[in-house]
C-alpha cells in the first residue's frame, strides 16, 4: 500500500522529532523534506515566493518520481505551512489512479503564536506572522483522507467550561491560562473600524449571548479570536483591517476539538458567508448543508451582533 503524510505547521522540533520517529518506525519509507531543500539551495528558511516555487518545484518532482516508481511504501512529504489550496492539489493528484496512493494523513502541528515566534525556527518574525495567519484547517474528503492534530495548547484549560461559555469572559477566563494568552488580550482592543463601534471583545461576547444553539454558539466563540492578531492599521484612512483573522480562529478551534468539525469549517468560512459563497466554492471545499446552514444563520447573528449596521473587512 502506498501513504502519503503531510506535515503542516510552522517549524519546531516537534515536526522534526516525529518525521525522526516515522523513519525509525518505517523500513520502507521516502522522505522529502522541503526545509533541507531551502538550505541546501539558498542557505536558508526565510526564502521569497519565487524562491518557494522552485523548492517546491524540485521536491514534486522528487515525490512524483519515488510515487511512480515503487509499489508501496510511506511517502513523507516534510515541510512547514502548507495552506488548504496546496495540501488539496497534493490530495488531488495522488488520489488519480496512476499513482496509486491508498491514503493521505496530514499531521498537523499547531501551537500558538507566541510559542513559534520565540522559536529559533530561522524565520524572520514577518514570515512568522504571514505563515500563522494563513494556516487553515484540513477537509476530509478535500484535501486529506486522515487528520491527526499535534497540540498542547488546551492542556491548561477546563474543556468542559469552555464548551459551556456563555459570555466572552467565562472563555478568556479559560484562554489566558493558555499559550494564546499574548494573543487573546490584543482581541480586548478596538476595532478602529467605522463598521464596528465595539471592541473585538464586546463583538465575540455579543455573537456568543445571540446564539440560539450550543453549535452557534461555538462558532461565535472562536470566530473572531484572531483579530488581534491579525489586525493593521491604514496609514493614510487609520481604519483597521484583519486579513486572515477567520483561518486564526479555525486553527484554534482545530486545536481545541483536535478534529476538523463543522464548527472549524464555518469559523474558516464566515466572513465570505456575508458575501455569498459562490457554487464553485461549495463544491470544491465541499462545503455540506451542515455547514451551509451553520454558515448562513451565523451570518446574521454575526452582522447583527455590533454597533453599526454595514459590514466590510
Known amino acids: 500500500m502506498k501513504q502519503l503524510i503531510l506535515t503542516a505547521g510552522l517549524p519546531n522540533g516537534d515536526m522534526t522529532t516525529f518525521v525522526a520517529q516515522l523513519q525509525r518506525d518505517n523500513s520502507n519509507i521516502y522522505v522529502f523534506d522541503a526545509f ?40 513523507v512529504l516534510f515541510d512547514t505551512n502548507l495552506t488548504r489550496s496546496r495540501r488539496r492539489g497534493l490530495y488531488n493528484r495522488y488520489k488519480e489512479p496512476k499513482y496509486g496512493v491508498a491514503q493521505v ?24 506572522k504571514a505563515q500563522y495567519i494563513s494556516f487553515q484547517p484540513p477537509r476530509v474528503g478535500v484535501d486529506t483522507d486522515e487528520v491527526i492534530v499535534h497540540s498542547d495548547i488546551f492542556n491548561k484549560a477546563d474543556y468542559d467550561k469552555v464548551i ?60 473572531d479570536l484572531g483579530k488581534g492578531i491579525t489586525k493593521s492599521v491604514d496609514e493614510t484612512t487609520g481604519i483597521a483591517h484583519m486579513p486572515g483573522h477567520p483561518s486564526v480562529g479555525a486553527m484554534i478551534a482545530l486545536a481545541f476539538y483536535g478534529e476538523p468539525n463543522d464548527i472549524t469549517e ?26 451551509m446552514e451553520l454558515l448562513q444563520k451565523f451570518a446574521v447573528i454575526d452582522r447583527e451582533s455590533r454597533i453599526a449596521s454595514v459590514i466590510k473587512e
Open 36 to 75: 533541507q531543500e531551502r538550505l541546501n539551495q539558498y542557505g536558508m528558511l526565510d526564502t521569497t515566493h519565487s524562491q518557494d516555487i522552485t523548492v517546491y518545484n524540485r521536491i514534486y518532482n522528487l515525490l512524483d518520481t519515488a510515487i511512480l516508481q515503487n509499489e508501496d511504501g510511506v511517502f
Open 164 to 223: 459551556a461559555t456563555q459570555s466572552v469572559d467565562e472563555l478568556f477566563a479559560q484562554l489566558l491560562v493558555t499559550p494564546l494568552a499574548d494573543e487573546i488580550k490584543l482581541d480586548y482592543q478596538s476595532h478602529d473600524n467605522p463598521h464596528h463601534l465595539e471592541s473585538i471583545k464586546e463583538h465575540i461576547d455579543m455573537t456568543i449571548k445571540a446564539a440560539p444553539t450550543d453549535e452557534l454558539r461555538q462558532v461565535a466563540m472562536f470566530h
Open 105 to 128: 494523513t496530514t499531521h498537523f502541528f499547531i501551537r500558538s503564536y507566541s510559542e513559534v515566534i520565540d522559536d529559533e525556527n530561522g524565520l524572520s518574525p514577518k514570515s512568522v
Open 266 to 291: 464555518t469559523v474558516l468560512w464566515h466572513m465570505e458567508a456575508h458575501k455569498g459563497i459562490s457554487t464553485k466554492v461549495v463544491k470544491r471545499e465541499k462545503l455540506d448543508q451542515s455547514v
